[in-house]
């Protein structure tokens, strides 16, 4: 350290920063210390590399000049500094191979002063992971932007930290594929798991068997040339590709074209709807096995990776108990039930998978007394059955918890721990088998549009999950956290802030959707797999995803914080400002409706929201008289049990699958009231 900066370190030290305050990392390091004081960043910002020589960590430092240069509008020339006296430098010890593995060296240590960074890792890959800690560091201060004066040293707690994508349901092309990869990137994820056959559609070029995507995809899939478009893009960024052809069920798709792999005569169509249907590859037939091989070679040569998905979820084995020759297999076989069946298939499938040089992995329902102990089990059913597979001998990722499919709030992901809940009593070396777990966007009310809303930005508290230390579990912190990263991830491509407002426009019919936004704010879209339970009439493949249900964000921020005020003020802690901003909010809602109901004629996708818009502003209004009521004045008879009423009725979903997440806050309020 120069003395220079040692000497403005001394004298900022001081000073309590408020940019060290201010700095949001997620995942939160392993190890860190932050001292006081900052490292100005300007346009001069440059990047020397230092050691080994790797290609790839050329291209990434250029692109992390890009990123910063984005994130801070500040023009910066995506060129790599020859200068030693660089402001970042990055020193590895070896080049990382050209497609990363499971397993391999992550860590990285970052030291900052008053001159510049200094990023050391033994692998390419650590000093990936360090440039995007540097990316997050960058604060904006009152003149420009820095970065606080810290000290890292950084690892991951699991090696494998993952996010599903499920294409089959609603295609999503290469540009959200990518951004999502960005995204993953500055989380800090590095496997992508790819869906990418379903009863919905299959979606991948096949030379072998073209007929897998010429009718079972409806003309959208990827080209072998763009899969490895799509790899070479994620390796880049320190990512794994691991692709899923989920079979012997959810494979309708397969059969448009080949209908003598079911256990069923076709003909088959692309199935539309939602839900566990019966088609289901004939586990009896050796030409099925021909088949599989054939097709698990050539997938085997597009995807490098060493795992390979055979999905495995979900039979119902209807098809099986209506098709006699599959019957009397079962019998002459002693195969006594329809699980037992599938034991047989998955053991050959997962042979056929070994044959071409891969790992099998798969959902828990392919764990079998054959399997060998090589497989890795995917727990989508419970934390229970990852933690038996653990016991077992196997190795397992959790991904019952991370379904950001089902709207939850990041503090319900963020609350499950691979090595936590049933997998806590587990030997260390039975934890160790626990590799990690992915979050899973399963794609049934997802478009391109609004898909990275639906995973960003709670898979970032997933991943803080699955990267930082297990103690890491301060939920206020997370959200804190989660959201500045969440505005950051709009510099690297994702659309999960900007599509809300176009989607809303889009509803509103017009520019001014302000009091739209207002009811907006406040709602989820229903839990679980409610959707499917209160529509209507089914939705289908072809059912728009622009209503407001598919605009709201699965976790309301506005709602989360007003929880916290009024939590504050019914403990008697809130202050007079605090106060003051409960009546603002309550106000604004009790006088939405009406401005709201102006536009209701005018847009059809908007009238559905009418009876939710209604509810709200009666919140509102109970809301305030509620504090009117606390404060002095006593609530006339009937009062109580007259709102409480009402609120219990706008808890309801109703037609717009929407739910009003003040509604329990005000009922708190409410209830209060003597
Ligand atoms: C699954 O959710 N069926 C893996």
Redesign the pocket.
Known sequence: MRLVALLLMLMTMFIPSALAQSVALMPQPAKYGVSGGQLAVDQNFSVFLRGARDARLESEARRFLLVLSRQTGLTIAPKLSTSPQATLVVQIDHASKELPELGEDESYTLSVDGSGLLLKAPTTLGALRGMQTVLQLVTPVTNGFAIPIVNIDDKPRFPWRGLMIDVSRHFQPLDVIRRNLDGMAAVKLNVFHWHLSDNQGFRVESKKFPKLHELGSDGTYYTQDEVRGIIAYAAERGIRVVPEFDMPG?STAWFVGYPELASAPGPYEIERHWGIFDPAMDPTKESTYKFLDEFIGEMAKLFPDKFFHI?G??VNGKQWDANPQIQAFMKSHKLKDNAALQTYFTNRVQKLVEKHGKTMIG?DEILNPDSPKTIVI?S?RGAESLSQAAKQGYRGLL?NGY?VDLNWPAARHYAMDPTGGAAASLSDEEKSRILGGEA?M?SEFTSPENVDSRIWPRTAAIAERLWSPQGVTDVNSMYERMAVISARLDFVGLNHNTSYGTMLRRIQGKDDFQALRTLADVVEPVKDYQREQLAATPPTQSTPIIRLVDAARPESETARLFSQKVDAFLAGTADAASKADLRVMLAHWSNNQSDLNAAMSTSYPLQEAAPLSQNLSALGAAGLAAMDYLGKEQAPDGWKTQQLAAIEQAKKPGGAQLLIMVADSVEKMVQAVK
């Open positions: 959810h999905g979820d979900e959902w995917q989508w991904s379904y899973c399963w």
